[in-house]
């Protein structure tokens, strides 16, 4: 059974900085792509930014391009999401996800509010 156990979100200024984390477990972590969503109140959940399979290729969407950073350490089956110079449209529930097909996620961990004011 694969569990992911998402951590960091929080209420923070306009400009501000968060670090999500997202610690895996049941999967051989390094083998799969892992990606971070998001949806914001009366929108879809969107795509964020997320890793290939070979831990290599990194993706995001253009609005956090330059702002937020995916990194992961293999070593402790965890992914993160580093981000800089929040703006209020951020405000978000934040989902992190294990990628089993190409473009297909299957496990999502439980979600966590970032909230940015302005």
């Known amino acids: 059974q694969v569990q992911l156990v998402e951590s960091g979100g929080g209420l923070v200024q306009a400009g501000g900085s968060l670090r999500l984390s997202c610690a895996a477990s049941?999967?051989?972590?390094?083998?799969?792509?892992m990606g971070w969503f998001r949806q914001a109140p009366g929108k879809e959940r969107e795509f964020v930014a997320a890793?290939?399979?070979?831990?290599?290729?990194?993706y995001y969407v253009d609005s956090v391009k330059g702002r937020f950073t995916i990194a992961r350490d293999n070593a402790k089956n965890t992914v993160y999401l580093l981000m800089n110079s929040l703006k209020p449209e951020d405000t978000a529930v934040y989902y992190c996800?294990?990628?089993?097909?190409?473009?297909?996620?299957?496990?999502w961990s439980q979600g966590t509010q970032v909230t940015v004011s302005s």
């Open positions: 049941g999967r051989t972590f390094s083998s799969y792509g």
């Open positions: 996800a294990t990628e089993d097909t190409p473009g297909h996620y299957d496990y």
């Open positions: 890793f290939s399979s070979s831990g290599i290729t990194t």
